[in-house]
Each structure stands twice: as structure tokens, then as C-alpha cells.
């Protein structure tokens, strides 16, 4: 992991720093590339968060059936 900002695999994963590095940390250290871990996604424009809720619309009324 040499050269791989922990707080941002940390944050990618959705898990926190001591996680990673209890239990992951010794099994990639060798195989990770920082390259491919520090990078930032492209935000979503409001069009694409509006179309992905409607999309999505139906799983919220779903829950509430239960």
C-alpha cells in the first residue's frame, strides 16, 4: 500500500481506517496500486441525480409496504 492514501481506500471500501487495517492491510500490501486508489469520481450533475431517483422511486414505496 505504499504510496495509497488509507483514508481514501478507507472511503471507497465505506469502511473506516482501523478496518483496513485490521483486517486487510497485511493481505495487499504487495498488490495494491496507488495509482488505481487516489483517484476522485466525476460528480453527477443534477439531470443524472433526478433521472437516478426516478429510477429508484419504486424500492421507497416497496419499503413502506412492509
Do not use: L
Given at each position: ?26 493481505h ?8 488505481a ?30
Amino acid at each position: 500500500m505504499e504510496g495509497a492514501d488509507i483514508y481514501q481506500i478507507a472511503k471507497n471500501c465505506r469502511t473506516s481506517v482501523e478496518m483496513i487495517e485490521k483486517y486487510y492491510a497485511s493481505h495487499i500490501a504487495t498488490s495494491i496500486s496507488a495509482a488505481a486508489v487516489n483517484v476522485k469520481r466525476k460528480a453527477k450533475s443534477k439531470k443524472q441525480i433526478i433521472e437516478h431517483a426516478k429510477r429508484n422511486a419504486h424500492r421507497s414505496a416497496q419499503a413502506s409496504e412492509y
